[in-house]
């Protein structure tokens, strides 16, 4: 379902435009995006209560909420957990020849326990973050990854955070 | 389960949010009503897990490839473990900085520590930014990287309980 991502080669000209039209933001959905990718209200009409905020109604927000999920803007809406506080988590990397890569990728994607996965400019060259309920389904996992793809893998635990998560910062520069 | 809620609800509550909200008119009361809860006690808990700190954050969760931030990069520096702190929160400053912390190295072959990740659209921009935050954040003097993702295979919210293992009603 992913699509792979290209640093465009291509003239931006020659580029295929659709992505970039998808990806633009009408004004009511940048103000959805910047109101609430944090501060859900904990009420039993929540999305009712953000319509009365943004002076809609409560199937316009519905409804944008899916259009932007259709668009694949919006993974979902729900809630972000602290890693570490609950079950165990960490960022993974491994070598993997050029040539496997889209092998282990996918074989690593097909972990459960996967929630990014990303293939990066290094000799270290996929990055991935597992999550599970307890250190040891973690370690155990990070042992079939390893077992199955035949290759290290390497665990870089975090230790401390620094930022506080605000949500993605939109048009910001 | 070494998980740090206690109960067999929250596990099923958690459970049960993790792949997001239903987008309906009562959404907790339609997750409640999944696992034996009142809409009441869903939101008491939520607020609780939120409260504790297991909750980080709640709301609209974007992607931002979609957004049009395709160029990704991860940087990473060897700083002595005592000057993290004071680094890594002078990193977080900068309003292109999405995430920064500090992780356990991965001796001998990656000796890094410090981590931060920056979104941006295109490739030099990202580049003129990690200039700026390395003199501004003193970070010339450590050994560091700048890896750029090319590809992207998967992301989504994270998965801590198992889907379908524990909490049938």
């Not at chain 1, 889209?102 to 996967?114: M, W």
């Amino acid at each position: 379902m992913d699509q792979t991502i290209h640093e465009p080669r291509v003239p931006r000209s020659l580029a295929p435009r659709a992505p970039e039209a998808e990806s633009r933001l009408a004004p009511l959905e940048q103000r959805l995006l910047d109101l609430y990718q944090r501060d859900f209200p904990l009420c039993p009409e929540p999305y009712a209560e953000m319509a009365h905020r943004l002076g809609v109604s409560e199937a316009t927000v519905l409804q944008l909420l899916r259009d932007l999920m259709a668009r694949g803007i919006v993974g979902r809406v729900g809630v972000v957990f602290r890693p570490g506080r609950c079950g165990a988590s960490t960022l993974a990397a491994m070598a993997v020849p050029s040539e496997r890569l889209e092998e282990v990728a996918n074989l690593v994607s097909g972990f459960p326990e996967i929630n990014h996965n990303y293939a990066r400019e290094d000799a270290l060259n996929l990055w991935f973050v597992v999550t599970a309920a307890s250190q040891e389904h973690l370690k155990e996992t990070l042992g079939r990854i390893a077992t199955a793809s035949n290759l290290e893998v390497h665990s870089m635990p975090m230790v401390e955070t620094y930022h506080v998560d605000l949500g993605f910062r939109l048009g910001g520069h | 389960m070494t998980l740090l809620v206690e109960d067999l609800q929250q596990v099923c509550l958690i459970e049960a949010i993790q792949g997001g909200f239903p987008l309906c008119n009562r959404p907790f009361r339609e997750i409640g009503t999944q696992i034996g809860l009142t809409e009441a006690e869903v939101i008491g808990m939520l607020a609780d897990l939120q409260a504790r700190g297991v909750i980080k954050r709640m709301g609209i969760v974007v992607r931002h490839h979609e957004l049009g931030y395709r160029s990704n990069a991860m940087v990473v520096w060897d700083v002595p473990d005592g000057q993290a702190a004071g680094i890594g929160h002078r990193i977080t400053a900068f309003d292109f900085i999405s995430l920064c912390y500090r992780r356990r190295r991965a001796l001998p072959g990656w000796p890094y520590n410090l981590y931060c990740m920056i979104h941006g659209r295109q490739r030099d921009e990202v580049n003129d930014q990690i200039r700026r935050l390395m003199v501004d954040c003193r970070l010339e003097p450590f050994p560091h990287k700048v890896l750029f993702s090319n590809r992207r295979f998967k992301q989504r919210g994270a998965f801590y309980v198992a889907p379908g293992t524990t909490c049938e009603v």
